[in-house]
C-alpha cells in the first residue's frame, strides 16, 4: 500500500506563491496517473490538477488554470503543486492522490489513496 505525505503549506498574502509536495512510500509511484484535489472550508472537494505517469501530459481545472504548475519527480517518488498568484479564494486543505485509471481524470473516485493534506490560507 502507498503512503502518501503532503507538505508545503502556509499561510500566503494575496498575489504570493507556495509549493506543495507530495512524497509516497511503502510503493513507486512512477507508473501512476497522480492528482491533487483541495477542499475549502463548508465546501466539497474539488479537483485542481493531475498529471500522467511520464509528466508529459497535465489536466488542471480553470480556476487554476495559468497560475498553477503540476509536476512530479519519480526517482524521487514525489509529485509536486507549485502555486503562483494565489488568490483567497484557493484557501483550502490540498491533497494529492495516484490514480486507478489510465487518464488525467478530475472525478475523485477513480483515486484510490489519499494523503492526510497540507493546509493553504491566501489572506491579507
Known amino acids: 500500500q502507498v503512503h502518501l505525505a503532503e507538505s508545503g503549506g502556509g499561510l500566503v498574502q494575496p498575489g504570493g506563491s507556495l509549493r506543495l509536495s507530495c512524497v509516497a512510500s511503502g510503493r513507486t509511484i512512477s507508473s501512476y496517473i497522480m492528482g491533487w484535489f483541495r477542499q475549502a472550508p463548508g465546501k466539497g472537494r474539488e479537483f485542481v490538477a493531475a498529471?500522467?505517469?511520464?509528466?508529459?501530459?497535465?489536466n488542471y481545472a480553470d480556476s487554476v488554470k495559468g497560475r498553477f504548475t503540476i509536476s512530479r519527480d519519480n526517482a524521487k517518488n514525489t509529485v509536486y503543486l507549485q502555486m503562483n498568484s494565489l488568490k483567497p479564494e484557493d484557501t483550502a486543505d490540498y491533497y494529492c492522490?495516484?490514480?486507478?485509471?489510465?487518464?488525467?481524470?478530475?472525478?475523485?473516485?477513480?483515486?484510490?489513496?489519499w494523503g492526510q493534506g497540507t493546509q493553504v490560507t491566501v489572506s491579507s
Open positions: 492522490a495516484r490514480s486507478t485509471m489510465g487518464r488525467t481524470s478530475s472525478r475523485d473516485y477513480e483515486y484510490d489513496s
Open positions: 498529471i500522467s505517469w511520464s509528466g508529459s501530459n497535465t
